[in-house]
């Protein structure tokens, strides 16, 4: 027998059918098709109808899980949900995705690390699987963004998109499964990207409506930049520090920020695009789940088969970057 490993059984997903094309966003601010999709690779978005909770829709992506993977709800020991935008502060939207489940055995908490949000999700959920504590973990990525986004902002309104993706981890000893990760965090990027109002350093007012704080706010330069230098370097060092190159690399699954953003970690580490995942054209921004939407997309493409080494990393807000290295397990698809 190997060594116990958490292993993706069944990926699930749920994206709204309503969208808002690039030809939308001229009518609502001063932008063009051109613009965004030549700065940001973005051509359509999904969106929910007005009013629709992320725990509605990260629902409806952990049922497709189960259903795929042929278990019932109750069968789950934990739930993870990674997201920015709970239904509320709090409880929880991981317990209102366990209520909505009927998934009563599962205990769960939510992760705030914005884009990273997933793989930091998944290497929590993994620890519980790797000690053997439990045999079932649901993570999720979901986010139901355009409830912060400010449709009076064009350099911030047209790069999201509402989404949800969840995973379901269960031991495996046979090579597959979570190989390493790699996390870092620095705060000291908090003021590049964010949603100043509404937490206890400035409680909801007339006076932050009026300001507009309860939207996201980014110095979208500044992140790209450091995006750029830290999806390269924080990919090839897991990389190395596993004894891989890019070449041995099968797929690698960026989080969909900017396509400029991954095609220069593509370049850096020499990957051709038969190996990198790209469906922000499709989706924008989905913050929490753009991993696992692009895990879904390999798989339509009949691009990820067992055993392939599969690197799935991200940047995002806080500054948070993320990286996981996995043998992919197999997972079924129809
Ligand atoms: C947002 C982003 C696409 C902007 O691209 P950029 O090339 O950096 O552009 P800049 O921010 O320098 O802005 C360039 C110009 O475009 C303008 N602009 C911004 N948004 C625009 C839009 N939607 N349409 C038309 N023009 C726009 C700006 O006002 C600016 O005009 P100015 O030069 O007259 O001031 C890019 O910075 C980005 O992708 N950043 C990272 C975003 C991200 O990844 N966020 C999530 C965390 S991972």
């Known amino acids: 027998m190997g060594q116990r490993r958490a292993a993706i059984t069944a990926l699930g ?6 969208v808002m094309t690039n030809a939308d966003f001229e009518k609502i601010v001063d932008t063009s098709d051109e613009w965004i999709r030549t700065r940001t690779g973005i051509q359509r978005r999904h969106v929910v109808e007005p ?21 019932g709800a109750e069968e789950l ?6 997201t920015v935008t709970p239904d ?14 009927g998934a009563r055995r599962a205990w769960g908490f939510d992760v705030s690390a914005a884009c990273s ?41 047209v790069l999201f998109g509402d989404g949800a993706g969840a995973v379901i981890l269960e031991p495996r000893e046979d090579g597959t499964g979570i190989l390493d ?3 870092e965090v620095d705060g000291s990027g908090a003021c590049y ?31 790209f930049k450091y995006a750029v230098r830290k999806f390269a370097d924080a990919s090839q060092q897991i990389l190395l520090r596993n004894d891989f190159t890019g070449t041995d690399l099968d797929l690698f699954v960026a989080h969909q920020a ?9 370049h850096r580490m020499g990957l051709p695009d038969a190996k990198v995942v790209k469906n922000i054209h499709e989706y924008g921004n989905t913050t929490a789940a753009t991993i696992p939407l692009a895990l879904k997309t390999a798989l339509d493409e009949k691009r990820l088969a067992k055993g392939d080494l599969v690197l799935l990393a991200a940047v995002g807000a806080g500054f948070t970057v993320g990286s996981v290295l996995l043998r992919w397990s197999g997972v079924s698809w129809d």
């Open 258 to 266: 900017n396509i400029r953003i991954i095609e220069a970690a593509q």
């Open 181 to 183: 990760f790699s996390h």
């Open 193 to 223: 990207l964010n949603m100043p109002g509404g937490g206890s350093l400035r409680p909801a007012s007339h006076e932050t409506v009026d300001q507009r704080l309860h939207y996201i706010k980014q110095q979208g330069a500044h992140v």
């Open 117 to 157: 949000g997933f793989v930091y999700a998944l290497t929590v959920g993994a620890q519980f699987i790797e000690t053997g504590r439990h045999r079932k973990v649901m993570v999720l990525g979901a986010d139901v963004m355009t409830s912060i986004l400010d449709y009076k902002d064009r350099s911030t309104c």
């Open 13 to 18: 997903t749920h994206v709204p059918e309503r």
């Open 51 to 71: 009013g629709t909770p992320t725990s509605a829709i990260a629902t409806l992506a952990a049922e497709d899980a189960l259903r795929r993977r042929g278990i």
């Open 77 to 82: 020991d934990l739930i993870v949900v990674a």
């Open 88 to 101: 509320m502060p709090f409880p929880a939207t991981a317990g209102l995705v366990q209520d909505r489940l």
